[in-house]
């Protein structure tokens, strides 16, 4: 199970729990300066085990203050 994301597929962004959750619930991924829809994009096709691992564990994942617009843009 990975602990860290793989830093070498894509920017980190910053990872901590939501303050307004219970329980660490859910966990929020927001952006580490690259707010695009990519950087997004090309953190969650290059930790594919790590999001897995973290949805398992924290039931969800919040993504939020990335620049997403758009329906075709979220997919």
């Keep these: ?4 994301p793989d830093a070498s597929a894509a920017p980190v962004p910053k990872i901590q729990p939501f303050r307004g ?3 660490g ?5 927001e952006p580490n300066g690259d707010r695009r829809p990519e950087a997004l994009a090309e953190f969650l096709a290059g930790n594919p085990d790590w ?3 973290r949805l398992h564990e924290h ?3 919040l ?3 990335f620049r997403v617009a758009t ?5």
């Excluded at 199970?1 to 860290?4: D, E």
């Excluded at 619930?25 to 991924?29: G, K, Q, R, S």
């Excluded at 329906?71 to 997919?75: D, G, K, R, V």
């Design 1 to 4: 199970m990975p602990a860290t």
């Design 21 to 23: 959750g219970k329980h």
């Design 25 to 29: 619930l859910p966990l929020a991924v």
């Design 51 to 53: 999001v897995r691992d």
């Design 59 to 61: 039931g969800a994942l």
């Design 63 to 65: 993504m939020r203050g």
């Design 71 to 75: 329906a075709e843009q979220f997919e």
